[in-house]
């Protein structure tokens, strides 16, 4: 159906797709295929939900089209369940226990685990289009409780990736123990790539934002693209060679981080 990309009807040739599914691993879902789910709470949204514990994930990603008058008014997430919105484009107007924020392209923010998110669009009538997660938080002795978070990237350092002056990466949450996850963005030149294929117990759910590349998701390389969604799994194999041609290959993506394994 495709009612991202308003592609519906039969088509010319046969029924394709780049997608790949590999529960409790990888995968790999393109907005082709992508369908409008119904969320309670969510009004004028199309929403779909990417990651989540049916894929294998600990936790959920939504990309949301927020129309005109939509929004979230009865609160998302709370209740030891922390959340983190990212816009796409277009602008919203959030609002954490009475206070209000303003989030243009590439804002963010954070909501920990005791709050809810309530929003709605702000985009003189357009949509907007977010990026969204929850997770269960985890908590930790003696490392005290997060608290709100909000920026924009455009304002927010670039820092080289592990030594490589053409791979960056942006922190969009602090570095400090309360928090049991980050999110960041990693952008490579075209040409750049990682340094190894990583194998990790931390999960990832990762949203292209430009270009392109070749990703290697255990052990299969594939072709990816600005909108893909990546799930990567504990110990999923994973690394990139940035192609295309001048735009950097970035992506947005969420880690689990600070935290031992429970038993
Ligand atoms: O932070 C990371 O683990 C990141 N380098 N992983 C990835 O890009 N697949
Ligand atoms: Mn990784």
Known sequence: MGYLNQNQGYREGLLESRSIIKKDNFA???PDGLVNNVVPGFEDCDITILGSPRLGARFVDYLIT??????????????GIQSFVYVVYGAIKANIDGKEYKLNEG?????????????????????????????RYQEADNVGKPEIIHGNVNELKQEAYEG???????????KSLEFDMNIHILSFKPGASHGYIETHVQEHGAYILSGRGMY????????????????????????????GLDEPFSYIYSKDANRDIEL
């Open 164 to 174: 490589m002056d053409e791979v960056l990466i942006q922190d969009l949450l602090p």
């Open 66 to 79: 927020v129309k005109n008058n939509g929004g979230n008014k009865q609160g998302f997430a709370g209740e």
């Open 28 to 30: 790999l879902i393109t």
């Open 216 to 243: 290697n998701l255990d052990n299969n390389w594939m072709p990816v693209d600005k909108g893909d969604y990546i799930f990567m799994g504990a110990y999923s194999p994973q690394a990139t060679y940035a192609v």
């Open 107 to 135: 804002g963010y923010l954070y909501v920990p685990p005791h709050l809810k998110l309530t929003f709605e669009n702000n985009n003189g009538g357009e949509d907007s289009r977010l990026f969204l997660y929850k997770k």
